[in-house]
């Protein structure tokens, strides 16, 4: 207790509180995406619940990934115009922007588009099935809530988040080809044949992975955080606004990661 | 036969329960008072498995439900039904999805008796024909009913209701409970209630335990606890305020 501790050990003993707290906090997010990922292999499936976040997290997302995907692009095709021109390089646009979408901002920015837009509605529609008692109502119906409200969420994020990303990078291309060619005056031969010579499987492949476990982190983090929502609607707003900001944050330090991993 | 045998539980330094001990009896209506906040819904919790005690047992049929977890709970749980207090209705389901839910996900029921089953349950609380409608197109005292609803169609051995009335009209309040008392009268299932509905659960209950600062104070047939001696019943049956109030007439000298 905080009065039979010494005035000049009280700051450790905040210290080890809080630390105690975080690591406890840390416990319980892992535990969350434990149990998540055991029950993805055991049955029963729930073939329903996964179409439904699939179209709740990716069908719904087609529109914003298209819009941000196609202006990206062009906005990539038009500043490295303007730098490789300096030099005279501009034969080198294409795989400039391919390898820039396919590699780092196709994957970071689908997944950031994707945060804003399903990951916080995934923590709002938990945090409210929380408050309203409709998740107690399932464990009390025998029915195990991560069955199907968890697990059906981060497969979906896993098969979603690669295929919105490779949507992001291909409207993206053709937004740097939509400036670079059609704008700019590039050949459309030295776009694409270039882009084919300087792009690797592996590229590609780097991509996918990032994607694929950006898929995992937006979905857990929005789900635990629907989980662990607080008290009524200022509750839900915090955890929404704190699920969509963990999530980005856990995004761009795990894209550094692999990108200093993976080859 | 469901016994609470010393049941504690904190939450930081508040100990909302301290030693709670009661009994309701097979096939009865038990139904436990007190005042809001006063760890009711707490103690339900614990009775549905919902939270673990820090220490004490809830025994349903001999069977210690704190000591089970996980799988090893959902026997248990596939016997009871609950009633939240706010209905708990799930919002992106109809009314007879809801309904027909449990059943479908833990039964291998066909299409056809599952039809029956939920056709039998809206029946049963006079819901015909909102089936197609969603949670949130029909009103509260619905709403309710079809919570009840959905916890009968299982046909359980015994049901929870916490606080089934709160935030209904009087009138409503007594259709919830004559609901209540003539589906008990039909299926015999055994009711845990808990409410803070004086007098009103007095003309449906068997027995009545009272709840107060985390303890059950009296327990037995509601003309007992009508009738008890105990100041802490007595004031909270008659409504009385916990502090006289400075009559607001007088001024201060």
């Known amino acids: 207790m905080t009065e039979s501790v010494p005035r000049s050990l009280r700051p450790f003993e905040a210290i080890g509180r809080r630390t105690i707290g975080v690591v406890d906090a840390l416990g319980r997010f892992g535990t969350f995406l434990g149990v998540a990922l055991g029950l993805l292999v055991t049955p029963p499936f729930k073939l329903r619940a996964f179409i439904g976040r699939i179209h709740y997290i990716g069908f719904n997302s087609l529109l914003i990934i298209l819009l941000t995907g196609s202006f990206t692009g062009m906005v990539l095709g038009l500043q490295i115009y303007v730098t490789l021109s300096r030099f005279g390089s501009e034969a080198y646009l294409g795989p400039a922007v391919a390898l820039s979408l396919i590699r780092e901002l196709g994957p970071v920015l689908a997944a950031l588009m994707v945060t804003g837009r399903a990951g916080s509605a995934l923590t709002a529609e938990l945090g409210i099935m929380r408050i309203s008692e409709q998740i107690d109502a399932l464990t009390v119906m025998a029915l195990n809530p991560f069955r199907y409200l968890v697990v059906p969420s981060i497969l979906a994020g896993v098969i979603s988040f690669p295929l919105m990303t490779a949507l992001f990078d291909v409207v993206g291309i053709f937004g740097g080809y939509l400036v670079g060619v059609e704008l700019l005056g590039l050949s459309q031969g030295t776009y694409f044949g270039e882009m084919k010579t300087f792009v690797d499987m592996k590229d590609i492949m780097t991509g996918f992975w990032k994607s694929l476990c950006f898929g995992v982190i937006v979905t857990w983090v929005a789900t635990y955080k629907g989980f662990h929502v607080g008290h009524g609607a200022e509750g839900v707003a915090r955890a929404t606004t704190q699920s969509v900001v963990l999530a980005s944050v856990l995004i761009l330090v795990w894209d550094y990661f692999m990108g200093s991993v993976l080859p | ?253």
């Open chain 2, 1 to 253: 036969m469901i016994r609470v045998e010393g049941l504690t539980k904190s939450f930081g330094a508040n100990q909302v329960l301290r030693g709670v001990d009661f009994e309701a009896p097979k096939a009865t209506i038990t139904i436990v008072i007190g005042r809001s906040g006063g760890g009711k819904s707490v103690l339900l919790k614990h009775l549905i498995g919902l939270m673990r005690p820090d220490a004490g047992r809830v025994v349903i049929d001999g069977a210690d439900i704190t000591r089970l977890s996980g799988r090893a709970l959902e026997p248990v749980r596939r016997r009871y039904g609950v009633v939240f207090q706010s209905g708990a209705l799930f919002d992106s389901l109809t009314c007879w999805d809801n309904v027909a839910f449990q059943l479908s996900e833990t039964t291998r029921l066909s299409g056809p008796e599952i039809r029956t089953r939920v056709e039998t349950a809206l029946e049963q609380v006079e819901l015909v024909g909102v089936g197609p409608k969603y949670p949130a197109e029909i009103s509260g005292g619905m709403r309710k009913r079809v919570a009840i609803a959905r916890a009968l169609v299982t046909e359980p051995e015994i049901i929870f209701f916490d606080e089934p009335t709160t935030g209904l009209d009087p009138i409503l309040v007594n259709t919830i409970h004559r609901l209540i008392q003539s589906l008990h009268r039909k299926l015999h299932f055994t009711a845990v209630m808990v409410s803070h509905e004086i007098p009103e659960i007095f003309e449906i209950a068997d027995r009545v335990a009272m709840l107060h600062e985390g303890r059950i104070v009296e327990a037995g047939p509601p003309d007992v606890i009508q009738a008890s001696t105990n100041p802490v019943i007595r004031q909270f049956i008659r409504g009385e305020p916990e502090l006289s109030a400075p009559d607001p007439t007088k001024r201060s000298t």
